[in-house]
């Protein structure tokens, strides 16, 4: 039994070392390095964020998907890695 517990708590620490480590949803001001090493959902999140800052309202899904690939080409071609995604060219 102790040693489950053991493995338990270990279990708990490495989550939450991981979940420390994961880029953080910021919208607009979320850079390009981060961006791109988000998995789609964490992308579609910060760019609906972004679009819901901007226009004051939530995006329609077809735009916050354009939008995300339109962040996605511009990070991975014109822009750095700190460049903010707000500065992407996008509707």
């Given amino acids: 039994m102790k040693r489950s517990a053991g493995v338990l708590v270990s ?9 420390g480590c994961s880029p953080s949803i910021q919208g607009g001001d979320t850079p390009c390095k981060d961006f ?9 999140e910060a760019v609906s964020k972004m679009l819901k800052d901007e226009k004051g309202a939530d995006a329609a899904q077809l735009e916050i998907t354009g939008t995300r690939l339109a962040v996605q080409t511009y990070c991975q071609t014109a822009g750095t890695p700190d460049t903010k995604i707000s500065q992407a060219p996008h509707l």
């Avoid at 279990?11 to 979940?19: H, N, P």
């Avoid at 791109?36 to 959902?41: P, R, W």
Wanted: glycine letters at 12%.
């Fill in 11 to 19: 279990g708990l620490v490495a989550g939450f070392m991981l979940a």
């Fill in 36 to 44: 791109l090493e988000s998995d789609e959902k964490t992308q579609t």
